[in-house]
């Protein structure tokens, strides 16, 4: 199996563009999640879905960000506007029905605003 | 979720064991014990979880106090590739989140 992949892998753009990351989980795994990953505060979970559905996007920091997950095989985090606070690592992961406890993470895309 | 407090750091010798200790005090009696680690530029990665029970795996394992109120993941021969930085979580089994905490870094000496 080839994991979770998450594309692209490291980004740079200016502020006030718009940021897509994209992520596909692991085939067969109904939860999919979104983390940002910052030095000040650590590992923050975003956004969940279950079946494509968004269950819990309390972990929004603002409407600039949006997420969709149009199917089993591909969900998307949006930025728009970015702004150089959002720089940070973010991560997808995906678990496999009935196993919550293992969450399986992709390599991350690392994103630079400046 | 409960919170947990780990120490930010520890060194462990090549090939001794590693014991990293969490504490989780306000731990209910239905929230799980999980450990992550995160290895320096990759993703988090899932290493063990229990309840009460003690629990080995091929990775490690995980000694829960019987008030349940701490616990210690034991790495038993650790290797330069366990550097990593450990996280401790409580959480209920069907709880969709998990608050990560700032965990401990484990440097492996040679």
């Known amino acids: 199996d080839a994991g979770v992949i998450q594309s692209p892998r490291h980004e740079v753009t200016e502020m006030g563009q718009e940021v897509t990351l994209r992520c596909k989980p692991i085939?067969?795994?109904?939860?999919l999640f979104w983390y940002r990953q910052t030095m000040m505060r650590g590992l923050e979970l975003l956004i969940y879905?279950?079946?494509?559905?968004?269950?819990?996007d309390s972990g929004m920091p603002e409407d600039r960000f949006s997420a969709k997950m149009p199917n089993a095989s591909f969900s998307t985090l949006k930025i728009q506007p970015s702004e150089p606070r959002d720089s940070a690592v973010y991560f997808c992961?995906?678990?496999?029905?009935?196993?919550?406890?293992?969450?399986?993470f992709g390599p991350g895309t690392r994103l630079l605003v400046l | 979720d409960a919170k947990t407090t780990q120490p930010t750091s520890m060194d462990c010798a090549e090939g001794r064991a590693a014991n990293l200790p969490c504490n989780h005090s306000?731990?209910?009696?239905?929230?799980?014990v999980y450990w992550y680690r995160q290895i320096h530029s990759q993703g988090p990665q899932y290493i063990i979880h229990?309840?009460?029970n003690n629990e080995t795996n091929e990775m490690a394992s995980l000694i829960i106090t019987e008030d349940r109120k701490s616990s210690t993941l034991i790495l038993p021969h650790a290797t330069l590739r366990d550097t990593a930085v450990y996280y401790c979580?409580?959480?209920?089994?069907?709880?969709?989140?998990?608050?990560f905490g700032t965990g401990t870094s484990l440097t492996v000496i040679p």
């Open positions: 306000t731990i209910s009696g239905n929230e799980y």
């Open positions: 979580i409580v959480r209920v089994r069907t709880g969709n989140q998990f608050y």
């Open positions: 229990g309840l009460k």
């Open positions: 085939s067969g795994h109904d939860y």
């Open positions: 879905f279950n079946n494509n559905v968004p269950i819990d």
């Open positions: 992961a995906s678990s496999p029905p009935g196993q919550l406890e293992t969450q399986y």
